[in-house]
């Protein structure tokens, strides 16, 4: 026998028994975000790699470490997308979306892919539903978007979760926070590890997304970007605040949601549950209003979330085993006892699907135990058994597989009996 070939490491199937889940995340996002006035858009998995270092940003742990790049075979390099906002956005751009429209409201779904170290929730094949809302720069805006989130998760029973906001101000307030801050850190630099130094040169603000408990120590002490924002950018995180308020959206400040993706400036948030372990976050995002215009269109505001699919389905899962019940019997399950009734039960077969009804039955005819086990196991309310007799009465056996009743029908009331 030769090997047998598995998925790629971080790779996952979605097999059979777990696919109504995904199909109800979709389902649902489909629903609410219409309600709010977002329209899909779809877009390739494969970019040019420029794209995304000049997106996402090259010092960026997603860019720097984490991305599938490769040249394609007339010498590009190209590279799988790592997350949906910059393909987004590029289409927008590439369409002229905002001549036809100043404003856009687009939504997603899709796999992303990442060379992270997989583990629960972390995948390098992972799954976003995300949604973005391009030409309005107002903090209601923002709030518009956190507040559908919010409520696409509620639909699908999702309660035990925190959403966490924050103000990442201007680029001008972080510029001169960013030199608070390293100054800060720089007093105390000895006390940190080897990557968090290198943070430090490169992109200070990420040391707080650092795992090392010293290091957490020493942000928990820093300078807050939240602290020192502006006039104007106070009073807009005020209104955000507010518009999450009056649509009873509960949050809490969180002045380390920084983000691990280099585009966001002002308001940023995430959605994080206990009941995920490590990888706890299930969405994030935030305003990026440069993004557009560093991909070559007009300067354009916008902000937007990404969810992972997975982790959200980790939550469904969690749900569904607390409250787990048996599904109800469905369906119809036709047992031709020999060849000769076969023909009749392809009939019947085909007429009940036409109908409406799930029908099976077995091609090979099996012995009768067979097929009644096999009907149990799909979990059939009905089996339709038809032999020589049946066949010739011009009737069939209707069995109810819950109460164990049966009864001769003919071929012509079949629909009216079931
Ligand atoms: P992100 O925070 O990088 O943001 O990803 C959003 C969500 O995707 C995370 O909260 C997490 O649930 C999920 N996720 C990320 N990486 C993985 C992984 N390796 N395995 C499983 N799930 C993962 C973005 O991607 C931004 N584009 C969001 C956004 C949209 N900002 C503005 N618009």
């Given amino acids: 026998m030769a090997n047998k070939i598995q998925s790629i490491t971080g790779m996952s199937d979605i097999l059979p028994d777990q696919v109504g889940l995904w199909q109800k995340l979709e389902s649902k996002a489909h629903e609410i975000f219409s ?49 949906g906002t910059a393909g987004v956005v590029r289409a927008f751009v590439q369409h002229s979306f905002a001549a036809q429209d100043p404003i856009s409201k687009l939504y997603y779904f899709g796999p992303m892919f990442r060379y992270e170290r997989p583990q629960k929730g972390r995948l390098r094949q992972f799954h976003q539903v995300g949604a973005e809302l391009m030409g309005v720069d107002s903090p209601l805006a923002d709030a518009e978007v956190v507040i559908m989130m919010d409520r696409w998760v509620r639909v699908l029973g999702i309660t035990n979760y925190k959403l966490y906001v924050n103000s990442l101000g201007t680029n001008s307030e972080r510029e001169v926070y960013l030199k608070n801050l390293i100054a800060y850190f720089e007093t105390v630099k000895s006390q940190l590890g080897q990557e968090d130094r290198i943070r430090l040169e490169k992109n200070p603000l990420r040391i707080f997304d650092s795992k090392d408990e010293a290091t957490q120590k020493l942000c928990a002490a820093a300078p807050k970007l939240i602290d020192s924002l502006g006039e104007q950018s106070r009073m807009e995180f005020e209104t955000f605040k507010k518009a999450l308020n009056i649509a009873c959206v509960k949050f809490e400040i969180n002045p380390f949601i920084v983000r691990g993706l280099d585009y966001y400036e002002k308001t940023t948030f995430e959605f994080v549950s206990s009941d995920l372990g490590s990888q706890s976050a299930f969405a994030g995002g935030g305003r990026y209003n440069k993004l557009v215009s560093e991909l070559g269109g007009q300067e354009t505001p916008c902000v937007g979330f990404a969810a992972g699919c997975e982790r959200i389905v980790l939550l469904l899962e969690q749900l569904q085993s607390q409250s787990e019940t048996t599904h109800p019997k469905s369906g119809v399950f036709l047992i031709p006892f020999d060849a000769n009734c076969q023909s009749k039960c392809l009939e019947l077969i085909q007429s009940l699907r036409d109908q409406g009804y799930r029908a099976e039955m077995d091609y090979e005819v099996k012995s009768l135990k067979s097929q009644m086990r096999r009907a149990n196991k799909q979990n059939c309310r009905y089996a339709i058994l038809l032999g020589a007799d049946e066949l010739q009465a011009g009737e069939v056996t209707l069995k109810d597989l819950e109460s164990g009743e049966q009864k001769r029908v003919a071929f012509a009331d079949i629909l009216k009996s079931i």
């Fill in 35 to 83: 309600l709010y006035g977002y329209r899909e858009i779809r877009t390739p998995l494969l970019e040019e790699t420029q794209l995304f270092a000049r997106g996402i940003g090259t010092e960026t742990q997603v860019v720097s470490k984490e991305m599938y790049t490769f040249l394609d075979k007339g010498g590009d390099s190209v590279t799988l997308r790592p997350e």
